[in-house]
């Protein structure tokens, strides 16, 4: 029928013009010279104004980082990475960092508010919605390439004793509680990317909750890279005591630009006794064009300990953006009856590649673990779903379930599942499901009878495979990521 | 993407000797092949769960050019003596990787050559991906030949493989075999590894079945205590043609069965399901790479491991859907009951899609036997060995009803309750 | 005037597993506005595919005849777009959904359609005001609005369900494809009140079923026989009577 040829054109028409967050920030920066070496670290460290045993740190993990070789096994495929071709650090310039949000340079300010990151916080407050009741402020960390450029309601958290700061600045303030927890989770050599970003890791979040204390509002870092031919190596560490509890959001955007840029993250969480981390994630890094040119590399290394008893880490990730993503936010269970989970939705299209999924390692008794992964492959992406659920000989009593499902729109994509099930203990219990299928005509025509464009449609259905992931986002994420999904995959029917 | 590293020092040195005097391109092509990788160790992808260190350190000989006879007229008796409808049937048997004509009784339907007579190697395996293949093309010495015409229903064939090898004997045979079904034909192929004490058994069997024929495979690995047995099965199938594959590893301290099943065109369907039923020490690998490479395809796969003592599982099964292979349908599952605290099962279920109207789905579970299903039989008065062995045999019951051949699903559960004793942890 | 809808000479095939199936053959149909008519005939008739056509459905290939539709040439339209024209399809069997919520399904419905009729969007709290009156008067259960669109539903729900939808799209022709529900009377009287409240100057039905039963609740202006993919015999509401009692081979031996 000529109908569908025409619906089919006009959704060509969309294209991927759709990246909404590519444009660019004019401001003057302070640049560190391009590649890596001893005097580039020590830069970075003396411009953070760090302690010697920082340094020293820093310098181990580059020496280890020379000796290792970047992984092969992934399922994506890129030219070699010129280490050397990198700036490793980039910050807007100013005379010292900003005390408070008036002292913030008004560009930033301006960056943020054009991307919907509300960096005032009376402007907060504003936003009621009728009959919901009060919506709860979020604190704020603004990352921009290698700086935090403002942390918001700070005082609110002191008070209700949370340390909530850039990273560089705990290292200063809070020495003790960094040292002791800074890559023990993630050892610097635990991979090629965690020893890059142990060497040259430059800002980031810190967040420490002590005991007993319900982190009295979410938490969010907003992370921004903005300068030309920059990785962003950014850090994060979140300790919370023994009953205590955080919620924690991750956002990131990027110019659209026609080269490659990385993204080397390392977040280290630690929860203790009865301890609860909740720590989501909106990724949304520029995926390159139609064509496949330009777009991030996110190669990232996220591990949660669940130190103690009864404490529990939850990952919730929504992956739309970034040319090639490389992330398997993973949870060591070692105290007893303590509980991870793992919800994920990756989007690919175009020519994005994902390799993504989680570990559970099971080292306590009673420890339990979930897992939902939806993968959407469109265009002429590929998405993989890699995981590992390990059950060691102590673990009795440990449970898993694992649901994989994935959905291809289109024949010209892929879609994987390699899960890895390794169990030790027979008082286990593992169970692992995985489904790959379409979009059904029957659903699409159901929809579009009613009035539904083919978009709107496939949105609909898209957000309904979702659904399981996306009730886990905190209400102003879930609305965010269900637009995203939308906008991610516009062009991708017919 | 492995990577594979050489590693001369490695388990390929134990056949350095017998690979310098091979002759003929295809087998000097393997051993280059060989030189170049190695036999894979751990860190080779396909190998993650299981190593090649069983094979020990001395040097792999050839095997004597004679056999005992009566020791294998004695397993020849055993494995015949465990179904009373096997001595009926007619047999091909090998002993250490060599043809044994005064054990074998032919058929006519079926046409039997030897690999020793025609030094065919066939086309579906690959020496160049698969290190095992390749050092198989260098060194075999013998295997059978079968095909059976367009349209003849050659019914069932007992392949007898013998190893017998002494306690600390060191030699291993690598038979080659293949299996040619043309268009409509069909045959229930019962392969028995079977044997004693230590040995290397490294088969390769390259199959090919035609439109809409049908080859039923059941492949027993009841090998001797302490040898190695790693069989890779490449099979084709074309048009409306059936490959319907079961594996037992019951015997043997290393156990391998490797299926590439390639779905060549439209409406063909593959199964390849198995049973490990595993103690002590010993190691059971069922690996399997189901590529569908047609549209309308079914693939079907159940795999059910029972593990005691020491024991370790391992199972590795692929799907691959190429973009053209539309409609597809596969399922999979694999599931493992562990008896013992010291057993473990690796699993790897791996769905590998580049075509987007199609049905795939995989499964896998770990647990132990149900206590509540326990005490529920015992206190109905079974005792307890009993109601364990009871609900083992029930975990294990559907997967070899897959077994079309009455006979073959008779000898599967014969050797399957020979094994014994499984009520008490090892 | 010009006719409502104006059918006429349709010819429509299907390719399935590959061979292609001439389904419709010279449909030839007009129904005035303001008028139910129903269409009856035995099983592979093409009464089905006739419904699917009229909405849009990919699978099928028009490969002659014309549809008018309030003087709009509808096979040139997008399944939405008929939609938003005012054609609503009553499925036989309603498609699942999973995880897709049914006020929130049918309230971006509604809007879609109100936003392509020129009409304001309804907010969240004034689309559940009226999502819930509707779903009262069907007498349906308050939670099935939170249910995911058909998951697990009965089969009296899911028709439930599809007059819902009916009552809120507002559609001014309605086909209703009956041909498997004629067993469950309960739900015929769901479906045919769902029609009775809609019927007005300005809306038509066209409803296919071969059951008496639901043209007691559902009184019909127009009958139409179709067999072998044509339209062989029309008439009054007496026709369906005459149908229920001596069954259709006496038409269909006539007809040939």
């Known amino acids: 029928m000529p109908v569908a040829t025409e619906t089919k054109e006009a959704v060509e028409k969309l294209g991927q013009s759709t990246y909404k967050w590519g444009f660019e920030t004019d401001i003057e920066m302070d640049l560190a010279p391009k590649g890596l070496n001893e005097d580039i670290i020590r830069l970075i460290s003396s411009r953070k104004e760090e302690p010697g045993w920082m340094l020293e740190w820093r310098l181990a993990a580059f020496r280890t980082w020379q000796s290792m070789e970047d992984p092969k096994w992934a399922k994506v495929s890129y030219p070699p990475i010129d280490y050397q071709d990198i700036h ?88 003790d509680l960094v040292r002791r927890y800074l890559g023990s989770v993630v050892p610097a050599g635990d991979n090629f990317y965690s020893a890059l970003n142990s060497a040259v890791f430059t800002d980031g979040s810190f967040v420490y909750v002590p005991k007993g204390v319900r982190c009295p509002m979410e938490l969010s870092t907003y992370f921004r890279i903005n300068a030309r031919n920059t990785g962003q190596f950014e850090r994060t560490l979140i300790v919370v005591e023994e009953g205590a509890s955080v919620s924690y959001l991750e956002g990131c955007t990027a110019p659209m630009r026609d080269e490659n840029q990385l993204h080397a993250a390392v977040v280290e969480l630690v929860a203790m006794d009865d301890a609860s981390i909740k720590y989501s994630t909106v990724q949304n890094w520029y995926p390159g064009d139609e064509e496949g040119r330009g777009g991030i590399y996110n190669f990232v290394t996220k591990r949660g300990a669940c130190r103690g008893a009864r404490s ?46 989680t570990k559970m390692i099971h080292l306590g008794r009673n420890t339990r673990s979930t897992i939902i992964a939806k993968t959407i492959s469109a265009g002429r992406s590929d998405s993989t779903y890699r995981g590992l659920v390990r059950v060691q000989p102590k673990a009795s009593g440990a449970r898993n379930f694992t649901q994989c499902d994935s959905l291809l729109i289109g024949d010209k994509c892929g879609a994987h599942t390699v899960p890895y099930i390794e169990c030790r203990n027979m008082a286990a219990r593992v169970e692992h499901e995985a489904t790959t299928s379409k979009i059904s005509e ?32 905190p209400m102003e994420f879930a609305v965010e990521a269900q637009k995203l999904l939308q906008i991610s995959l516009e062009g991708s029917v017919g | 993407m492995n990577t594979i590293s050489p590693d001369r020092s490695g388990p390929l040195a134990l056949f350095s000797q017998r690979l310098e005097g091979v002759a003929g391109a295809e087998r000097q092509q393997a ?277 005691d003592g020491h024991a370790r599982g391992v199972f590795q099964g692929k799907v691959l859907v190429e973009q053209i292979a539309q409609k597809t349908d596969g399922y999979q599952m694999n599931q493992a009951l562990l008896l013992s605290p010291d057993a473990e099962i690796d699993a790897k279920p791996e769905l590998e899609i580049y075509a987007d109207d199609v049905r795939c789905s995989h499964g896998a579970t770990v647990g132990a036997l149900d206590d509540e299903q326990l005490f529920y039989l015992r206190s109905r008065g079974v005792p307890e060995a009993q109601a364990r062995q009871m609900l083992i045999e029930a975990f294990l019951d559907e997967t070899l009803a897959l077994i079309a051949h009455e006979g073959a699903q008779a000898l599967c559960r014969a050797m399957l309750a020979r094994k014994g004793g499984v009520g008490a942890s090892a | 005037m010009s006719q409502f809808l104006e059918i006429s000479g349709l010819n429509a095939r299907i390719d399935a597993d590959g061979q292609e199936k001439q389904i419709l053959r010279g449909v030839d149909l007009s129904i005035p506005p303001g008028e ?31 549809v008018l539709f309030k003087g709009q040439d509808l096979l040139a339209m997008a399944p939405e777009e008929r939609a938003a024209a005012g054609l609503f399809l009553a499925f036989q069997s309603p498609v699942e959904l999973p995880g897709v919520n049914n006020a929130n399904f049918l309230r971006t419905a509604v809007n879609a359609v109100r936003r392509a009729r020129g009409q304001e969007e309804l907010d969240a709290v004034a689309f559940l005001k009226l999502a819930r009156e509707a779903a009262k008067t069907l007498s349906m259960a308050p939670d099935m609005l939170k249910r995911n669109v058909n998951v697990g539903f009965s089969g009296g729900e899911k028709k439930r369900n599809e007059v819902l939808q009916m009552t809120l799209l507002q559609p001014s022709f309605a086909i209703l494809d009956e041909t498997d529900s004629g067993l469950d009377v309960d739900a015929l009287r769901v479906v045919a009140e769902g029609v009775n409240r809609l019927r007005a100057p300005t809306f038509s039905a066209l409803v296919i079923t071969h059951h008496q039963k639901l043209l007691d609740y559902l009184v019909p202006d127009r009958i139409h026989v179709m067999a072998r993919g044509r339209i062989i015999l029309s008439g009054g509401p007496e026709l369906a009577r005459q149908i229920d009692q001596e069954g259709y081979a006496k038409f269909l031996s006539e007809a040939a």
């Open chain 2, 31 to 307: 051993v280059a092949a060989l030189q170049r990788v190695g036999l894979p160790s751990r860190r080779v992808e396909a190998w993650k769960y299981t190593a090649l260190r069983a094979l020990g350190q001395t040097s792999l000989a050839a095997p004597a050019a004679t056999y005992d006879v009566m020791a294998a007229r004695a397993v020849l008796d055993d494995v015949l003596a465990a179904q009373d409808t096997l001595a009926g049937l007619p047999r091909l048997v090998f002993v250490n990787g060599r043809h044994a004509p005064e054990l074998s009784v032919l058929s006519e339907a079926i046409k039997v050559t030897f690999f020793v007579d025609t030094l065919r190697f066939g086309t579906a395996a690959a020496p160049d991906r698969d290190p095992l293949v390749a050092l198989n093309t260098a060194l075999a010495e013998d295997g059978a030949q079968m095909q059976v015409e367009a349209g003849v229903d050659a019914g069932a064939l007992l392949l007898l493989s013998i190893g017998l090898g002494g306690q600390d004997s060191t030699f291993s045979f690598h038979p080659r075999h293949a299996v040619v079904l043309e268009a409509g034909a069909r045959l229930a192929l019962l392969c028995v590894q079977a044997g004693q004490g230590a040995y290397f058994h490294n088969p390769v069997t390259d199959i090919s079945v035609g439109n809409g024929a049908a080859l039923e495979h059941v492949t027993l690995q009841l090998e001797g205590d302490a040898a190695v047995s790693l069989g890779t099965v490449y099979a084709n199938v074309a048009g409306e043609g059936v490959y319907d594959s079961f594996a037992l590893g019951v015997d043997g301290l290393l156990l391998r069965h490797e299926v590439h099943a390639r779905l060549g065109a439209s409406r063909a369907a593959v199964h390849v399901n198995g049973v490990q039923r595993l103690g002590a020490t010993q190691v059971g690998d069922m690996t399997s790479v189901i590529t569908h490479a047609a549209p309308d395809c079914i693939s079907r796969q159940t795999v059910r491991n029972v593990l």
């Open chain 1, 312 to 357: 529990k880490i939850s990952w919730t990730q929504v992956e739309t953006g970034s040319a090639i993503t490389w992330k398997y936010p993973s949870c060591i269970l070692q105290g007893e009856g303590s509980v991870g989970e793992f919800y994920s939705v990756a989007v690919t299209n175009n020519c994005q590649q994902a390799d993504t999924g």
């Open chain 3, 36 to 66: 139910v008519h129903v269409i009856m005939g035995p099983n592979g008739s093409g009464k089905s595919t006739l419904s699917y056509v009229l909405a849009g459905r990919e699978d099928y290939e028009v490969t002659a005849g014309s």
């Open chain 1, 442 to 473: 029957d659903q699409l025509f159901y929809c579009r009878q009613r009035g539904l464009s083919e978009e709107d449609a496939v949105g609909l259905i898209v957000n309904g495979f979702c659904r399981d992931v996306l009730k886990e986002l």
């Open chain 1, 88 to 175: 490793y650090y980039a910050a807007p310039r100013s005379k010292a960092g900003p005390k408070s949000l008036d002292e913030v340079d008004p560009a930033l300010l301006k960056t943020y508010e054009k991307l919907g990151i509300p960096l005032h916080e009376q402007a907060l407050l504003a936003g009621v919605e009728p009959g919901e009741g009060e919506r709860l402020p979020v604190a704020v960390d603004a990352v921009f390439d290698s700086v935090s450029v403002a942390t918001t309601f700070r005082k609110t958290l002191a008070e209700a004793g949370v340390i909530f700061c850039p990273i560089s600045e705990a290292i200063r303030e809070h020495p």
